[in-house]
């Protein structure tokens, strides 16, 4: 199958690979580690969010976890308070039980060391190390007025390092009415590529567009695009991954257009007016001497093809980064996403296709391929990312609502024209994304997890569904309706509000110009 024809269609419509035969289930326990480390304000005695930024260094015997979080200061902005680094030894981590979020922490050591990074107007700040279980022998060392062991708050304790549900979990919340949405006109922008401008393409209703996400213990900043652009003053943000990236990044690039009085000084490099090919694409801004761009890599790691016996045959290269790798090693944000090609039909249902080194796998199930895979991108962004320049992101998975089939077999989200009201109707955690969280914490580089599967499976209304594409025709439009897209975002629409979630983040890590 030619890939560069492949590509040219959104993932879930593309032709599959080889033929299906059934499904089957992903039910390998992935086994999660799971400690607790609460950050307990103890001024106003609320409980400030911990947020799953992790960094470990990939040490033999310990690794170590950095985490910001954010707390609702009384004026209900966002104040950020302070990094803390914990190391732990490997033996009690691998004592950890997953199933009810509780660590065994017999008798590893927890050094923990916290930092004021920024100013900030909450400094009694207390630090509590905890699992559900007994932080046995523990050694805690605070820096600044950060204390150790006073006032634990059981109830709270039990969060994994991973989640962190503290009180601000800014990717835990609920959807809002926002009246001042969305950032560009409906059908206004016109670097949005057709599949994901549904107002052009005869989507009737426009409510989709006019929610905001609101954290439950804080407030997330409105992305002001001004200030975003001259931040990123002669900078490079790439967006590298499947089309969902490409959804996200087309989002970014129309929402800072917004504010760009002379529209002309915004252009594709390369004069290029659609992003479908598997390619580079680069939006220049030149006002502002910046790039936002997109890199089409998605699966991160190397298609490639294996000379068999019988021929050749395609395979994917677990073990080699693409070679697009050259184009964004040095930019000064990287935003990765993978994982919707990790589906069985894509991936030759794990026979013959995922290969390392010399050896093809006769077979592998798709969550260890991708494991593996990440380990991969871990350990080249470990070698190659500059931490001191480059801000990187991994922005999770973004959940589908296919009713009553699968993209390919007349799955539906058609006339969805409201959010899901109800956390009790969404789904499990996606098992990918416990897989990355598996990975992150052995990283020496600092990663930013925007962890964004939840708030995507409350926007079942947010879809392009049969408004994919422009009909000619009400035959042509009868036929869509047998292959709806429940997988991408209408723009505008949810991509905005990931990158609300960038931006916020950026003003808290990012580098040069982002930091004053
Ligand atoms: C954590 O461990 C790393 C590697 O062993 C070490 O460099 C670092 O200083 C430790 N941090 C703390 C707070 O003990
Ligand atoms: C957690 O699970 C372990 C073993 O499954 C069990 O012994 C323990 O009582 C559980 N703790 C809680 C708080 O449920
Ligand atoms: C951990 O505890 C076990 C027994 O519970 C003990 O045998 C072992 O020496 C301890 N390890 C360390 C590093 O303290
Ligand atoms: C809110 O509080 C923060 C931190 O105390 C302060 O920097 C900021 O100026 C305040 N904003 C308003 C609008 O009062
Ligand atoms: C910090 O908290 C402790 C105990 O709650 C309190 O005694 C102390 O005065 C506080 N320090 C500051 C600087 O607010
Ligand atoms: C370690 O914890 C155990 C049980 O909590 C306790 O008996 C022991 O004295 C502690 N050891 C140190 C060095 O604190
Ligand atoms: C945390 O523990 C409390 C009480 O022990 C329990 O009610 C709650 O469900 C636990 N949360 C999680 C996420 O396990
Ligand atoms: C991400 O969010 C999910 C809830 O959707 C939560 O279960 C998971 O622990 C979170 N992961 C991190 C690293 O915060
Ligand atoms: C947006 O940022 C610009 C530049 O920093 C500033 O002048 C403007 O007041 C901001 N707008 C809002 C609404 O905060
Ligand atoms: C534009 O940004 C680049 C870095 O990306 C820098 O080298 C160059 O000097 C800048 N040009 C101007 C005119 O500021
Ligand atoms: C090559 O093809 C033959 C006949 O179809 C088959 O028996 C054999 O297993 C194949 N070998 C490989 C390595 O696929
Ligand atoms: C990053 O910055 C730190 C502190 O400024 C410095 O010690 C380190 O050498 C720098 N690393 C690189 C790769 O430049």
Redesign the pocket.
């Known amino acids: 199958m030619d890939s560069s024809k492949k590509l040219v269609f959104s993932e879930p419509f593309m032709s599959q690979r080889r033929k299906v035969i059934s499904a089957f289930s992903l039910g390998v326990g992935v086994s999660l580690i799971f400690l607790t480390l609460l950050l307990l304000n103890n001024t106003s005695l609320t409980v400030p969010k911990v947020q799953g930024f992790l960094q470990g260094s990939d040490s033999d015997s310990s690794f170590s976890w950095r985490f910001p979080f954010t707390a609702r200061s009384s004026n209900g902005s966002v104040s950020f308070l302070q990094r803390a680094e914990v190391n732990v030894s490997e033996e009690g981590l691998e004592k950890t ?1 997953v ?2 979020l ?1 660590v065994n922490q017999k008798n590893e050591s927890l050094h923990v060391k916290a930092k004021e990074e920024h100013s900030s107007s909450l400094k009694n700040v207390t630090l509590l190390g905890v699992g ?1 279980a007994h932080v046995g022998n523990s050694s805690c060392s605070a820096g600044g007025d950060g204390k150790c062991g006073e006032g634990l708050v059981r109830e709270s304790c ?1 969060v994994s390092v991973a989640s962190f549900r503290g009180e601000c979990d800014i990717f835990d919340g609920k959807w809002v009415r926002d009246e001042s949405k969305p950032y560009y006109a409906l059908g206004s922008c016109p670097h949005i590529d057709r599949d994901f401008d549904c107002h052009l393409n005869g989507r009737p209703d426009s409510e989709y567009v006019k929610w905001k996400w609101q954290p439950n213990g804080c407030d997330i900043p409105s992305l002001n695009a001004t200030d975003f652009l001259e931040k990123l003053q002669g900078q490079k943000l790439v967006f590298v991954g499947d089309s969902l990236n490409r959804n996200m990044w087309e989002s970014l690039v129309c929402i800072l257009r917004q504010s760009i009085r002379d529209k002309k000084r915004v252009f594709e490099i390369s004069g290029k007016t659609e992003f479908k090919k598997k390619d580079i694409y680069a939006f220049r801004f030149e006002d502002y001497n910046c790039s936002v761009d997109f890199v089409s890599s998605p699966f991160i790691v190397q298609e490639s093809t294996f000379k068999g016996i019988n021929g050749s045959f395609e395979t994917l290269r677990l073990d080699l980064m693409d070679q697009t790798t050259t184009t964004y090693h040095d930019a000064d944000i990287i935003v990765f996403n993978t994982g919707h090609w990790w589906t069985h039909e894509k991936t030759s249902r794990g026979e013959d296709y995922y290969q390392e080194g010399n050896h093809v796998y006769s077979r592998l199930k798709v969550l260890d391929a991708y494991t593996r895979a990440l380990a991969t991108w871990a350990k080249w962004i470990d070698n190659n990312i500059d931490a001191n320049r480059t801000q990187v992101f991994f922005r999770g998975y973004s959940v589908t609502h296919f009713r009553g089939g699968q993209w390919n077999s007349g799955g539906q989200c058609h006339k969805e024209t409201q959010p899901i009201s109800s956390g009790k109707h969404l789904r499990k955690y996606p098992s990918k994304m416990r897989a990355f969280e598996h990975v992150i914490p052995k990283m020496k580089t600092p990663v930013i997890y925007l962890n964004i599967s939840r708030l995507t499976d409350y926007r079942k209304d947010g879809h392009p569904s049969i408004y994919r594409m422009e009909y000619k025709t009400a035959e042509e439009r009868t036929s869509a309706e047998l292959h709806q897209d429940c997988s991408h975002w209408c723009l505008p629409g949810v991509p905005d509000t990931w990158n609300e979630l960038l931006y916020a983040y950026l003003l808290k890590y990012g580098k040069g110009h982002w930091k004053s």
């Open positions: 039980l199933g009810n509780t559900n039990n």
